[in-house]
Nanobody, 124 residues
Framework: QVQLVESGGGSVQAGGSLRLSCAAS????????MAWFRQAPGKERESVAA????????YYADSVLGRFTISRDNAKNTVYLQMSSLKPEDTAVYYC?????????????????WGQGTQVTVFS
């Protein structure tokens, strides 16, 4: 069983930065891709970024490209999301996810385990 615990959320002024972390349990962390999703009030959960098992491959949603950076430290079983130039429309609950299938998935249906989420609020 895999457990994911997010941290690092909070409130920040527009233009500011936050770094989210997601600590994973389980010895298979380094074998599979990880991803960040977000869900804003009244909206469906959407993909934000994903990273391959080795960290060599990444995906970003158009809305965050150039502002967010996903990374991982397999020695620490942790994936990060560095968020810069934050906008009010980035306000959402952010979830990390992992899968037990090979390859880099980007859709919600391609991920098997989810964290509980961390709130990010960006005010203008």
């Amino acid at each position: 069983q895999v457990q994911l615990v997010e941290s690092g959320g909070g409130s920040v002024q527009a233009g500011g930065s936050l770094r989210l972390s997601c600590a994973a349990s389980g010895r298979t962390f380094a074998m599979f891709a990880m991803a960040w999703f977000r869900q804003a009030p009244g909206k469906e959960r959407e993909s934000v970024a994903a990273i391959s098992a080795s960290g060599g491959g990444t995906y970003y949603a158009d809305s965050v490209l150039g502002r967010f950076t996903i990374s991982r430290d397999n020695a620490k079983n942790t994936v990060y999301l560095q968020m810069s130039s934050l906008k009010p429309e980035d306000t959402a609950v952010y979830y990390c996810a992992t899968r037990v299938r090979y390859g880099l998935g980007v859709r919600e249906s391609e991920y098997d385990y989810w964290g509980q989420g961390t709130q990010v609020t960006v005010f203008s």
